[in-house]
């Protein structure tokens, strides 16, 4: 029991985070189709700094500073130029992909995965089978609660919902939509620079090409299967990696008599589902304002 619990916490906690990216995102009035690509680019540059650099928070704090140099691009060819956010997102997302590789080829001239010496901190032995989990896990529950508490129970979340769902009068009372959305952007570069980091350096200490898997789609589906709360949306999350974890319990389970593909596309087949019943039960999403002004202006 307790090595499921770790399998879940261990593919749950980067699913996490980005899910959190994707709720702040959204509470501001944008679809963000570009997690996938941000969270890769904090794998690889997790592994990358901890590579050149030898330390770990070096290569944290240039995982941070990549992804919200690419939450900031986001933001202006959105706010700025007036790109439908849709297309934006799935080319950061290709960006990510393709730079990711770009980068790993042209420092070490190859397209093999990368390894690093060490990782991200763990708990430690004296938790038995928790041990090895790393503190970004030991902090999530944390994280989500303080998103929580920012987004309910604060001024700047109420801010930021109205930016979201009624820019127009937000603009009205005084309140900058587009600098509320930058905001809303960084931070969720920030976790999703977290969510690549802990998914990279957090057991594996390995970082490969298209290693994400989809994670930071299953990020989006989550914040839609959760409506848009931090809380629900982190269930939601949670739920897609208990999914996973049982697809690998299955693994070991019925060996050959279930087709392999079949148990490795759970995640991805209760991702589906999740995204058609909640469309089912609630017909769509609060960030339907906030687009409708990025797109009509």
Not at 49 to 56: A, C, K
Not at 94 to 121: D, E, K
Not at 191 to 220: H, K, P, V, W
Not at 266 to 279: D, K, Q, R, V
């Amino acid at each position: 029991m307790e090595d499921f619990l770790v399998a879940i916490l261990r593919s749950g906690t980067p699913l996490i985070y980005v899910t959190l990216a994707g709720v702040i995102a959204q509470r501001a009035g944008i679809w963000h189709l570009g997690l996938e690509g941000l969270m890769i680019t904090g794998a690889c540059a997790t592994i990358l700094g901890i590579t050149l650099t030898q330390s770990i928070w070096i290569a944290l704090a240039g995982a941070i500073t990549v992804c919200v140099l690419g939450s900031i691009l986001f933001w202006f060819v959105v706010e700025k130029l007036k790109a439908n956010q849709i297309i934006a997102g799935l080319g950061l997302t290709g960006l990510g992909l393709g730079g990711t590789a770009l980068a790993v080829q042209s420092i070490f001239g190859t397209q093999a995965a990368v390894s690093a010496a060490f990782g991200l901190p763990r708990i430690g032995s004296a938790f038995g089978a928790f041990g090895s989990l790393s503190m970004l896990v030991v902090i999530m529950p944390v994280i989500v609660f303080a998103m929580w508490v920012v987004l309910r129970r604060t001024r700047f979340g109420l801010r930021l919902a109205a930016s979201g769902e009624h820019p127009f009068a937000a603009r009205g009372v005084g309140i900058n939509p587009a600098a509320m959305r930058l905001v809303a952007l960084m931070i969720g570069g920030v976790l999703c620079a977290l969510a690549g980091a802990e998914l990279a350096a957090g057991s594996l200490q390995i970082f490969a090409q298209n290693m994400t898997a989809g994670r930071g789609f299953m990020g989006f589906a989550a914040v839609i299967f959760g409506a848009g709360h931090p809380i629900g949306a982190t269930l939601a999350a949670v739920f897609f990696a208990v999914v996973g974890a049982l697809g690998i319990r299955a693994q070991l389970a019925f060996g050959d008599r279930i087709p392999h593909d079949l148990l490795l596309a759970l995640p991805y087949i209760a991702t589906i589902l999740g995204i058609w019943l909640s469309t089912q039960l609630r017909g769509g999403t609060k960030a339907a304002s906030g687009f409708g002004e990025l797109r009509d202006q």
